[in-house]
T-cell receptor, first 113, second 113 residues
Framework: EDQVTQSPEALRLQEGESSSLNCSYTVSGLRGLFWYRQDPGKGPEFLFTLYSAGEEKEKERLKATLTKKESFLHITAPKPEDSATYLCAVRVGYGGSQGNLIFGKGTKLSVKP | DTEVTQTPKHLVMGMTNKKSLKCEQHMGHRAMYWYKQKAKKPPELMFVYSYEKLSINESVPSRFSPECPNSSLLNLHLHALQPEDSALYLC????????????FGPGTRLTVT
């Protein structure tokens, strides 16, 4: 069964304190791993797509990496505005134009000034 | 432009009402999705439309009825809902290519009384 597990469930950081969020997955053929940021009461905001082991992508203070079993979202010198829930999702499905996603439960990040 | 719009932002309806949620995108995406999200849970896939045809129905009760009138619009018709259907309803779209990143709208907060 395809499964996505995120850890930790919640993470509290001081401003400037770097850390990493983990997303481990078991799927029958990865067709893309996606990171999203979600603020309370709003839709998820797309951050990154990773396709193959060894791939890395960066955006401001965020860097996403991928291995054969897991992905990490590294947050360097976070600011309070980085506080949000970070969702990891993997694409499943074969062919066609849709990319069905299986989401992890998310990591709620709180950054204190 | 990666914007998906949803209306209304908030909806309160009784169990005997009929209402509709609307979603629109102008990114040329040919796959559109409806998700349901309960508090502190990840989004759950409800329906997928691919090239305006329903391709996936994740065993959603018939009181939810999706419609895709054209490639830019997606509706979700609601009838005889239950209080447990109260949730954030998210629309998303993706390009029918290799990327498959799904872009989400801001959601409609639905409360069933």
């Amino acid at each position: 069964e395809d499964q996505v597990t995120q850890s930790p469930e919640a993470l509290r950081l001081q401003e400037g304190e770097s850390s990493s969020l983990n997303c481990s997955y078991t799927v029958s053929g990865l067709r893309g791993l996606f990171w999203y940021r979600q603020d309370p009461g709003k839709g998820p905001e797309f951050l990154f797509t990773l396709y193959s082991a060894g791939e890395e992508k960066e955006k401001e203070r965020l860097k996403a990496t991928l291995t054969k079993k897991e992905s990490f979202l590294h947050i360097t010198a976070p600011k309070p505005e980085d506080s949000a829930t970070y969702l990891c999702a993997v694409r499943v499905g074969y062919g066609g134009s849709q990319g069905n996603l299986i989401f992890g439960k998310g990591t709620k990040l709180s950054v204190k000034p | 432009d990666t914007e998906v719009t949803q209306t209304p932002k908030h909806l309160v309806m009784g169990m005997t009402n009929k209402k509709s949620l609307k979603c629109e995108q102008h990114m040329g995406h040919r796959a559109m999705y409806w998700y349901k999200q309960k508090a502190k849970k990840p989004p759950e896939l409800m329906f997928v439309y691919s090239y305006e045809k329903l391709s996936i129905n994740e065993s959603v009760p018939s009181r939810f009825s999706p419609e895709c009138p054209n490639s830019s619009l997606l509706n979700l018709h609601l009838h005889a809902l239950q209080p447990e259907d109260s949730a954030l309803y998210l629309c998303a779209s993706s390009h029918p290519g290799t990327a498959y990143e799904q872009y989400f709208g801001p959601g409609t907060r639905l409360t069933v009384t």
